[in-house]
């Protein structure tokens, strides 16, 4: 069955609901669903749900809740990734890639060598693509949350975003690093992940220096040098891996 993530919850009346915007129109024009037809609906939150067509209106699907679905796209393992932007399509790539590798959320970086300049103007507009995208990979790999992609953050926001955190590594390929194999064989209680991924010119000396200092711990990613761009989505599989979260049904 198709799937629909409702995330406005005015939409929601106790066992009905409502599909607008695109959704609607792809269930309309798209999927040409009729009355009767079930699909899947999600909260975007966590919780999955077996809907059934009521009315197709104008401009809305009105929906009746049948029951809650036992199916549930989420792992339990949380990884953050802290990703400098990067310039060209390559940025948009690895959020959509995150995603459908699992990542719980993805923080955009700004850091010394950040060749990507956002005007204040556009930074609203360019969010909204990348949570856009976010959604989309969401629904495509059937996920039960949508992971949110905030605002650009530096070095210094994002790491007094982690001190709460089970796990923090800083991808480094210069010095002091470690296997990342090792360091996930060594957390292995760890629910938490962060992970912080520099841009094409790599982080700083003095950015790896303060991360360090706040904790991550500086990891290899193997013998291979690996783009900003598919970092992320390397570190996020490698990670659902080592923590069993693909043997998972």
């Known amino acids: 069955m198709p799937k629909f993530f409702i995330t406005d919850y005015e939409l929601i009346v106790g066992n009905t609901a409502y599909i607008v915007g695109e959704d609607a129109k792809h269930i309309k024009k798209v999927l040409r669903m009729k009355p009767e037809e079930k699909l899947n609906v999600c909260d975007g939150r966590g919780k999955d749900f077996i809907a059934r067509i009521n009315m197709l209106e104008s401009d809305a699907v009105l929906i009746d809740i049948v029951s809650e679905s036992g199916k549930n796209g989420e792992p339990k393992l949380k990884v953050n990734i802290f990703t400098a932007i ?6 948009e790539y690895s959020i959509q890639k995150c995603v459908e590798a699992g990542a719980h959320s993805i923080i955009p970086l700004n850091t010394e060598r950040t060749v990507v300049s956002i005007p204040d103007s556009k930074i609203d507009k360019r969010n909204e693509r990348w949570n856009k995208i ?44 470690l296997s990342i194999k090792d360091v996930f064989e060594e957390h292995r209680d760890a629910e938490v992940i962060n992970v912080f991924i520099g841009p094409e010119g790599g982080f700083t000396k003095k950015e790896w220096e303060s991360a360090v200092q706040k904790g991550a711990l500086s990891v290899t990613l193997g013998k291979r040098i690996l783009k900003a761009e598919t970092a992320g989505l390397f570190v996020t599989a490698a990670s659902m891996y080592e923590y069993g979260e693909l043997d998972k049904k």
């Open 86 to 91: 990067t310039k060209g399509e390559g940025f």
């Open 134 to 177: 976010a959604e989309g990979a969401s629904k495509q790999s059937g996920r039960s949350l949508i992971p949110n992609v905030s605002y650009p953050v530096d070095l210094k926001g994002a790491l007094n975003m982690i001190k709460d955190s089970d796990l923090t590594i800083i991808c480094y390929v210069d010095e002091g690093t």
